[in-house]
């Protein structure tokens, strides 16, 4: 999950692999997968980095050991 604020200020935590797609218009808009908007204070840059650091966190996570495979 990664942080992002509302508008308001309001901290949320949202799924990255649920986003559609990012725009900008002025203010930053997350669209979902099931077409729900949410307006965030953070730019599409900043969220564009958290994403990449979310999703690289699970790739080194493999790649390093850190999650063993189930034991039988």
Request: no cysteine; proline share 10%.
């Amino acid at each position: 999950m990664i942080i992002v604020h509302r508008l308001s200020g309001i901290p949320l935590f949202v799924n990255p692999d649920l986003i559609m797609y990012l725009e900008s218009s002025p203010d930053t808009v997350i669209t979902f997968r099931g077409g729900e908007k949410l307006p965030v204070k953070e730019t599409i840059n900043e969220l564009q980095i958290r994403i990449l650091d979310y999703r690289r966190s699970f790739s080194a996570a493999t790649e390093f050991g850190a999650h063993p495979p189930p034991q039988d």
